[in-house]
């Protein structure tokens, strides 16, 4: 099993490197071989090796910066996704795939003009919110914090329903984007760590159906993800 | 008129906030509404220096007014670190005559990263120190980059600036510009020569987003950098740490002057390092400096000895989601070769806002606690169970590590007839919770 973590020096800013942790530990406790390859800027990598890719979030001038450099992998990327290879995409890294990305001064960047979506960001006010959601792939609702500052117009295929916490847009109910294996979330930092249920789902995907999963082993990841449920649940209403 | 009772009243209220034991930001905060433009209506000293940046601000400060308080200069500061637009507020009103005169010679702010901007349009700084840029409360704050353009915003013509030059980010706010002072260490003997942090913010050039390199690193992305693509690079500087003795608890700045540590820690040099440049600016001289600055023990609670039983230990309060203040607490424990058991409480992230965020704590270099140095671990707090997944991607022994939801059990635990030293590490937001056990 050959996983990505892409831009991994630069797309790495709340501890999202864990997520490639977590998903090699379940891969190893159930007895499959994998590698993590850290690949960035001055690699040229071929996606077709690979089972599965990560990108974490970066600040909005790296982001810039990655969407520029990526563009000479769109095509790899497209045949990537619909050949249904699983890929994660966290904070503000999925924002790259649409058609466009317009800076708080108003200059618009190219995307990698996958999907339609367009990206619009501001300077004055970060939105951030500790934040839960479902979706209808797990049977638990996911934990995680959001924190950017854009709106995203025009996502079809959201991924996630929002019960507390900020959507795509203002008041918007729907979170990131989803699309054959392609999950995009604003959610920030190690989600996999966080959501150990959402972890397991990720990893069946990768492995195939077929195959067991050891996850006897996610004692501590199941109390810290009760806790912070409940945590939200109660703390963000005193 | 407006501005005598506009004044007149936050004196009032400062002192009924004196008397019932209240924070001083009300008092700013009411005068703010009475009179929205009051800090552009009063007569400031010659002097203002103001310090902001993600870390050591409060420290830096504190020495920086106990070094010009004793050479004889009247500093009015905000002692209590109010350090946003109310603070300030109060901290200038209740130093002023009821005419609006300020009656210190200095007036020293220590200012908030995200709320310079505000506070700097009325009062502008005649010395600005940018200490640092971290990883710091992002659950508020965004990212680093996110802060510097916040505080870029704050930076006026005619402001002197004084800048970390070993922080590539800091350092920015200079580029361009003449008649910026720059502060920073010399290649130092616990310098490595490639990042050994959990993360790297140095990987590319703040200017040109291109890679950079680092001739030495002396912690994280603090060092000697170079871009390889725009030649942006680490400057030269004109305050500088010149050698330090961590054994001896000696560091040399200049190549002259001798400052003995209280705190061995590279973190406690900087501010020794910050306030130091600030006394030479206003005249004082460097061998003076470096003997009012010998030995200095804070004031602001963040250092506290405590004994359980027994046991002695000492209290590091550290930042909650700020990586580099917990690793800089732990570097301490991970040096102390008489052995120490080390304790870790993360039960409320903040004590200003709720966020149950702990993103943060995979940026925090634990791996360093696997040392012949530091014996058990304890993980204390409603958070225990993150911490004890965070270690579980150490190589730290699962035997070594106790996990205590509750403080006061963790607090029980301790005292053993062990006879490790004990450096538990936590926040403001926790440090009473343990405090109040002793």
């Given at each position: ?8 020096d ?5 501890g999202e ?8 530990r ?6 499959i ?18 089972d599965?890719i ?8 790296n ?14 990327l ?6 249904d ?7 503000n890294?999925?924002?790259m795939?649409?058609?466009s ?13 996958l999907f339609?979506?367009?990206v619009?960001?501001q300077?004055k ?23 950017k ?8 295929s ?9 959507g ?7 979170e ?5 294996n392609l999950?995009g ?9 966080k ?12 492995v195939?159906?077929d195959k067991?999963?050891?996850?006897d ?5 199941t ?7 409940s ?8 | ?6 004044i007149l ?19 700013g ?12 209506r009063?007569?400031?000293?010659p002097?203002i ?7 050591g601000?409060?420290?830096t ?10 050479n ?5 500061w ?10 300030v ?9 009821l ?26 700084p ?13 659950t ?6 996110w802060v510097?353009d ?7 013509d005619g402001m ?13 706010f ?14 130092l ?9 959990v ?6 050039c703040?200017?040109c987003k291109?890679?950079?390199t ?5 912690y ?7 871009c ?16 330090v ?11 002259k002057?001798?400052i003995?540590l209280?705190?061995?820690s590279l ?21 003076k400096?470096a003997e009012?600055?010998?030995d200095?023990?804070?004031k602001?609670?963040r250092?506290?000895s ?5 046991r002695?230990?000492?209290?590091l ?8 203040s917990?690793d800089?607490?732990?570097?301490i424990a991970?040096?102390?070769k008489?052995?120490?058991d ?8 903040s004590?200003k806002y ?5 993103s ?9 606690l696997q ?11 409603t958070?225990?169970n ?26 029980h635990?301790?005292d ?6 004990i450096?538990t590490?936590t ?12």
């Amino acid at each position: 099993m050959k996983l990505l973590h892409f831009y991994y020096d630069i797309m790495n800013l709340y501890g999202e490197y864990a997520n490639l942790l977590a998903l090699g530990r379940i891969l190893q406790k159930s007895g499959i071989e994998y590698t993590v390859d850290k690949r960035s800027f001055s690699d040229e990598v071929n996606l077709e090796e690979y089972d599965f890719i990560y990108i974490g979030s970066g600040t909005e001038r790296n982001r810039n910066a990655v969407m520029a450099d990526m563009q000479r992998y769109k095509e790899a990327l497209r045949t990537f996704i619909t050949n249904d290879r699983p890929i994660l995409m966290t904070g503000n890294s999925f924002e790259m795939l649409g058609q466009s990305v317009t800076d708080a001064l108003g200059s618009q960047h190219e995307g990698l003009g996958l999907f339609h979506f367009t990206v619009k960001e501001q300077n004055k006010v970060r939105t951030t919110a500790d934040t839960i959601v479902t979706a209808d792939f797990c049977d638990k609702p996911l934990v995680g914090f959001v924190n950017k500052c854009s709106q995203i117009e025009g996502i079809t295929s959201p991924l996630f329903d929002v019960k507390m916490g900020l959507g795509n847009q203002e008041n918007d109910t729907k979170e990131g984007f989803r699309t054959h294996n392609l999950f995009g979330t604003h959610l920030t930092g190690p989600i996999l760590i966080k959501n150990p249920h959402f972890l397991i789902y990720l990893a069946q995907l990768l492995v195939g159906q077929d195959k067991t999963l050891c996850t006897d082993y996610l004692t501590y990841e199941t109390a810290a993800y009760e806790v912070t449920l409940s945590e939200l649940s109660t703390g963000s209403r005193e | 008129m407006k501005r005598f009772f506009t004044i007149l009243i936050c004196k009032i209220l400062r002192w009924v906030g004196k008397l019932v034991g209240k924070g001083s930001s009300l008092p700013g905060k009411a005068a703010l509404k009475l009179c929205p433009d009051i800090l552009s209506r009063v007569k400031l000293p010659p002097y203002i220096i103001a310090v902001t940046g993600s870390n050591g601000k409060t420290s830096t400060v504190e020495m920086i007014a106990h070094l010009l308080t004793k050479n004889g200069k009247n500093v009015a500061w905000n002692k209590e670190g109010s350090n946003q637009i109310e603070g300030v507020t109060t901290l200038v009103l209740s130093n002023s005559t009821l005419g609006g005169k300020v009656k210190s010679d200095i007036l020293l702010i220590e200012s908030d990263e995200r709320f310079a901007r505000y506070t700097f349009r009325y009062i502008k700084p005649t010395h600005y120190v940018i200490t640092n840029l971290y990883r710091d409360q992002l659950t508020r704050n965004g990212h680093p980059e996110w802060v510097y353009d916040a505080l870029a915003d704050s930076i006026h013509d005619g402001m002197q600036l004084i800048l970390n030059a070993d922080d590539p980010l800091v350092s920015h706010f200079g580029y361009g510009k003449k008649d910026v002072l720059w502060f920073g260490a010399n290649e130092l003997p616990t310098d490595t020569d490639r990042n050994t942090s959990v993360y790297n913010d140095g990987a590319y050039c703040p200017h040109c987003k291109q890679p950079m390199t680092y001739s030495t690193r002396h912690y994280n992305h603090i060092g000697h950098y170079q871009c390889t693509s725009c030649g942006y690079h680490r400057r030269d500087t004109d305050y500088t740490i010149t050698s330090v003795d961590l054994d001896k608890g000696e560091m040399v700045i200049d190549g002259k002057n001798k400052i003995t540590l209280a705190l061995r820690s590279l973190y406690n040099m900087y501010n020794l390092l910050a306030a130091y440049t600030v006394g030479s600016v206003v005249g004082l001289d460097g061998q003076k400096i470096a003997e009012d600055l010998s030995d200095y023990v804070m004031k602001n609670g963040r250092v506290v000895s405590f004994s359980i039983g027994k046991r002695e230990g000492t209290l590091l309060v550290s930042k909650h989601e700020n990586s580099i203040s917990y690793d800089q607490s732990m570097r301490i424990a991970a040096a102390d070769k008489r052995g120490c058991d080390v304790m870790i409480i993360v039960d409320a992230i903040s004590r200003k806002y709720f966020t149950g965020d702990v993103s943060w704590l995979w940026d925090i270099d634990f791996e360093m606690l696997q040392n012949e140095n530091v014996h058990e671990i304890i993980l204390a707090g409603t958070y225990c169970n993150d911490l004890a997944v965070r270690f579980s991607y150490t190589d730290i022994p699962e035997e070594r590590i106790k996990i205590f939801k509750s403080i006061e059990d963790a607090y029980h635990y301790l005292d053993s007839d062990r006879s490790e030293y004990i450096y538990t590490i936590t926040c403001f937001s926790d440090k009473g919770k343990f405090l109040s056990l002793l």
